[in-house]
């Protein structure tokens, strides 16, 4: 499949007060057409600002210091601010976590609509709000008509949420990113959102990279999956293989700590901290969480180890079986352990 | 006897809408339940179901309208203020995110050492030595007593929130939401916190929360709500295992499951919350409801016996049992 977007050992760094933030350390992501990419990973894992690089909406101070980031064959990172613009919303299309606070409370939807679709060179007058009003239909919005009429506050926050999708998609983007488009939203709507999304980006063959920490979500509708730790990706593969045979230890204990509406178990913790950022550990970064980290984890940077058709881990024990044994025990043994005697 | 009992609690709210008129909210219509002591019962259901209001009423920061909240032999319901500040030490709350319930400006040992002022007449000594020994208990080290909540982690953060809440020795604890602004690494390490506490202090929880997932863990009974109204309570296992309410099924059906060959193909419930302005004259679920029929929608739905400790308010799920 040809891959559309292709982020290779991309860094960002956050100059502050109290030195440099070391946000993004070498991310690489490839995402081809009608392809849905899940990025999952604890808060500050760097997530949303690779969303963010990715469309040159980098918040100051921030800075990408090196890597490519190429789409359909260009590096966007020499592009001017002008053919950004018009690559956001015309080809490269964003909903945001909050669908309150990503509409402007003083227009009425119809006239968003009609800014959108204004910026992006697509259709005006009749034929705009026609559009509008088609696309509030297929994202399933009953009297399209007066909602077109009614201002944000009016509407539920599911309501928001799809009108968002719905101006998000009109312009037919070629890649959709979406972060964390269903936090904060209660499960029977998550269910109707993800199931659109997923209809929408199929009939377009849209490619999407959805942002979550919910690994039920990536279950759900993403093809494949990867997992940032600490500014980087640690695995990446297809989901089926990345949840049936996880090969990093982050990856692993992510699963486990993971707790089933389906099944009871008992709950795992990664025992420690994120990294601070302020000063990144050198050679592998979740070492000090690690339960199989030795003594090449702290000198040398782990490869990029293809473990099977598709699956990449970042680790040195990633075809090390005996090493996966060791880290199951160890997780046993956490099991006993007394909650207040794991550090926080 | 039952440490907490709630029967028949009504909330209602003004709002204001366009043009200066007044509506009514219906918050809580009728929520009964009871919590026996040691227990965890779980209160869950979507934004709007009135858990939160629930809460706030049994701790009564909230003054519901009606029913009573009897916490061992005494109605707190309607107490004033003055009477109802010593029963206040007995039922605690933690709150959702521990970065807006702490104050910034106190030092960990001042939060915790705040309703141990107001509580306990203690020496500087005694307090201090209790201070410790809270710390101690959640699993934050004496190096931690003079932070400020920014200078530490969340799940820090919320570790001091349950150390708040225990200074003072309550028999019940509220939890609202505790583990919802939490990373799924953190979030684990809290909810062994709170289980192990339950173990060694005995004390009681209600646990509100819309994360089935955490509540099937940690609860041993659960309550789920709509429109303020319970339309399931009994045993967790029951509960997920073989929900009687057409609610419940639709919410446990929702939940995604992390684990690929899963996904689902099954309905999936359409609609939204109606409104508390207008609520239905029958059946609260009736609007969403993929199993309703005509009379759903003029006949209320009380609560009836569908098992051991297990009731659910549907006729047609469950059947009026001949009087005993």
């Known amino acids: 499949m040809a891959k559309l977007l292709r982020i290779r050992d991309l860094h960002l760094r956050f100059p502050t007060f109290r030195g440099t933030v070391h946000a993004l350390n070498g991310v690489d992501l490839t995402l081809g057409a ?15 600002m690779t969303a963010y690089a990715t469309v040159g909406l980098v918040p100051p101070p921030g800075r990408i210091t090196s890597g490519v980031i190429e789409w359909n064959g260009r590096n966007l990172l020499r592009a001017t601010d002008a053919e950004l613009q018009r690559l956001r919303g015309q080809e490269i299309s964003m909903i945001f976590q909050s669908p309150r606070t ?13 800014i959108y679709q204004r910026a992006h060179g697509q259709a005006k007058g009749a034929a705009a709000r026609a559009q509008a009003h088609g696309m509030l239909e297929r994202v399933g919005i009953p009297d399209p008509r007066r909602v077109l009429r009614s201002y944000p506050h009016e509407l539920s926050t599911g309501m928001c949420q799809r009108i968002l999708i719905a101006m998000a998609l009109s312009g037919r983007p070629r890649l959709l990113l979406a972060d964390e488009p269903t936090t904060g939203i209660d499960v029977t709507l998550q269910a109707q959102i993800l199931r659109l999304v997923r209809e929408l980006v199929a009939s377009q063959n849209t490619a999407t990279l959805l942002i979550t920490h919910d690994l039920g979500v990536v279950a759900e509708i993403c093809d494949r999956v990867a997992v940032m730790y600490a500014g980087r990706i640690v695995e990446e593969g297809p989901v089926e293989r990345i949840y049936g045979d996880p090969r990093h230890p982050y990856t692993q204990g992510l699963i486990a700590s993971t707790l089933r509406v389906d099944e009871q178990k008992p709950i795992h913790i990664i025992p420690g901290v994120v990294p601070n950022l302020l000063v990144p550990p050198s050679a592998c970064m979740f070492r000090e969480r690690c339960p199989i980290a030795a003594a090449t984890c702290a000198q040398l940077e782990p490869p990029i180890v293809e473990v099977s058709l598709g699956q990449h ?10 090493a996966f044994a060791a880290a199951e025990r160890q997780r046993a043994q956490l099991a006993g352990v007394r909650p207040q005697d794991l550090t926080v | 006897m039952s440490l907490l009992r709630v029967e028949g609690l009504r909330k209602t709210f003004k709002v204001k809408e366009g043009g200066g008129r007044d509506r009514t909210l219906f918050a809580l219509n009728g929520v009964s339940f009871t919590v026996e002591a040691g227990e965890t019962l779980g ?21 519901p309208d009606a029913g009573h909240i009897w916490i061992g032999d005494q109605d707190i319901a309607a107490l004033p203020e003055p009477a109802l500040r010593p029963l206040r030490r007995r039922l605690q709350m933690v709150f959702q995110d521990p970065s807006d319930s702490l104050n910034p400006r106190l030092t960990v040992a001042d939060a915790i050492g705040e309703p141990l002022a107001l509580h306990f007449q203690l020496g500087p000594g005694e307090r201090l030595a209790r201070i410790r ?11 931690h007593r003079d932070r400020y909540p ?16 225990l200074a003072c020795e ?23 916190l709170l289980e192990e506490l339950r173990a060694s202090l005995g004390i009681t929880y209600v646990f509100i929360s819309h994360d089935l997932s955490v509540v099937r863990h940690i609860c041993h009974r659960v ?20 929900p009687s309410h057409p609610y419940t099924e639709a919410l446990l059906a929702a939940v995604p499951v992390p684990d690929p060959r899963q996904r689902r193909t099954r309905p999936i419930l359409a609609g939204e919350v109606s409104s508390l302005v207008d609520l239905p004259k029958g059946c609260f679920f009736f609007a969403r409801c993929p199993v309703r029929i005509d009379a759903c929608a003029t006949t209320p739905q009380p609560l009836r016996e569908a098992g051991a400790g297990h009731e659910a308010a549907c006729f047609l799920r469950v059947p009026e049992r001949a009087a005993v």
């Open chain 1, 34 to 48: 009608g392809q849905i990419l899940g990025l999952v990973g604890e808060t500050g894992s760097g997530k949303s």
């Open chain 1, 102 to 114: 990503s509409l402007n409370p003083l227009f009425s939807i119809a006239q968003q609509f009609e």
């Open chain 1, 313 to 322: 881990a970042r680790c040195h024990f990633a075809a090390d079986t005996g």
């Open chain 2, 43 to 63: 209160l869950v259901g979507e934004s709007g179901c009135g858990k939160s209001t629930t809460a706030r009423c049994l701790v009564r920061l909230l003054r």
């Open chain 2, 133 to 143: 020994e809270l710390l101690a208990l959640v699993g934050l080290k004496d190096e």
């Open chain 2, 150 to 165: 920014h200078q530490l982690s969340i799940g820090q953060q919320q570790r001091v929130g349950v150390a708040r809440a």
């Open chain 2, 170 to 192: 309550p028999e019940l604890l509220i939890l609202d939401e505790p583990t919802s602004a939490l990373d799924v690494s953190v979030r684990g390490m809290v909810i062994r």
């Open chain 2, 223 to 242: 309550a789920v709500m709509y429109l303020g109204a319970i339309v399931e309570i009994g045993p967790t296992d029951r509960i997920f295992s073989s």
